[in-house]
T-cell receptor
C-alpha cells in the first residue's frame, strides 16, 4: 500500500522518559511534516523537512528533535517527556510544486504521558 | 499575521445540507483546502479550490470562495451519518511549504 505510516500507534509512558516515533512514506514525496494535535483537536505544525533538510521549525521545546535519515523517513525523538506532551502526533508528506500540494497524513500516534 | 478561523461545531439533521464556513486573512493564498478527519484517524484531503476560482463542485460537495471577503465555505448536500467528522480549512501561500490551518469544525449529525 502506498501511504504514510507511523509507529507506534499508541505510546504510554512515564514522565521523564525518552521516546521516539517513526514515520515513513513510500509516496516519493520530498517534504515531510510533524504535527501535534491536542485534546481540543487544534492542529499545530512542529517541523518540516524537505529532502532531509529542516525548513520549518516552529516554537517547540528543544526536547523535541526530528531526524530525517533519508527523504522517506522523518522520526521524532522526545526527551524528558512531560504531561503536556500528551497529544496525538501526526506525520504528513507532500510534493510541493506539484499540483495542489496535497498533504498526506499518517494515522497518528497517540502519546499519553503519565 | 496569518490566521484561519472556523466555528468549532455545527449540528445538522440527517438529509439536510451542511455549510461549514472559514475566513482567512492572507490574500496571497494560492490554494485553499478542506480536510476531513474521521474519529481516530488522520486528516484526508476532501477537496480544494485554486484562488482564481469562485466555485468548485464535486458530487455532494460545493466549495465557494469569496476572495473579496476572504471567505471560504464547504456545503455538503444531503448530509449522511458518515459525514460526521472534523473539517479543517487550510490555506497555502505561493512560495511556502506550510499550510495555515483552522481549528476545525466538528460536524454533528442528528437523526
Amino acid at each position: 500500500d502506498t501511504a504514510v505510516s507511523q509507529t507506534p500507534k499508541y505510546l504510554v509512558t512515564q514522565m521523564g522518559n525518552d521516546k521516539s516515533i517513526k514515520c515513513e512514506q513510500n509516496l516519493g514525496h520530498d517534504t515531510m511534516y510533524w504535527y501535534k494535535q491536542d485534546s481540543k483537536k487544534f492542529l499545530k505544525i512542529m517541523f518540516s523537512y524537505n529532502n532531509k533538510e529542516l525548513i520549518i521549525n516552529e516554537t517547540v521545546p528543544n526536547r523535541f528533535s526530528p531526524k530525517s535519515p533519508d527523504k522517506a523517513h522523518l522520526n521524532l525523538h522526545i526527551n524528558s517527556l512531560e504531561l503536556g506532551d500528551s497529544a496525538v502526533y501526526f506525520c504528513a508528506s507532500s510534493l510541493p510544486g506539484q499540483g495542489n500540494n496535497e498533504q498526506f497524513f499518517g494515522p497518528g500516534t497517540r502519546l499519553t504521558v503519565l | 499575521g496569518e490566521d484561519v478561523e472556523q466555528s468549532l461545531f455545527l449540528s445538522v439533521r440527517e438529509g439536510d445540507s451542511s455549510v461549514i464556513n472559514c475566513t482567512y486573512t492572507d490574500s496571497s493564498s494560492t490554494y485553499l483546502y478542506w480536510y476531513k478527519q474521521e474519529p481516530g484517524a488522520g486528516l484526508q484531503l476532501l477537496t480544494y479550490i485554486f484562488s482564481n476560482m469562485d466555485m468548485k463542485q464535486d458530487q455532494r460537495l460545493t466549495v465557494l470562495l469569496n476572495k473579496k471577503d476572504k471567505h471560504l465555505s464547504l456545503r455538503i448536500a444531503d448530509t449522511q451519518t458518515g459525514d460526521s467528522a472534523i473539517y479543517f480549512c487550510a490555506e497555502k501561500w505561493d512560495s511556502n511549504y506550510q499550510l495555515i490551518w483552522g481549528a476545525g469544525t466538528k460536524l454533528i449529525i442528528k437523526p
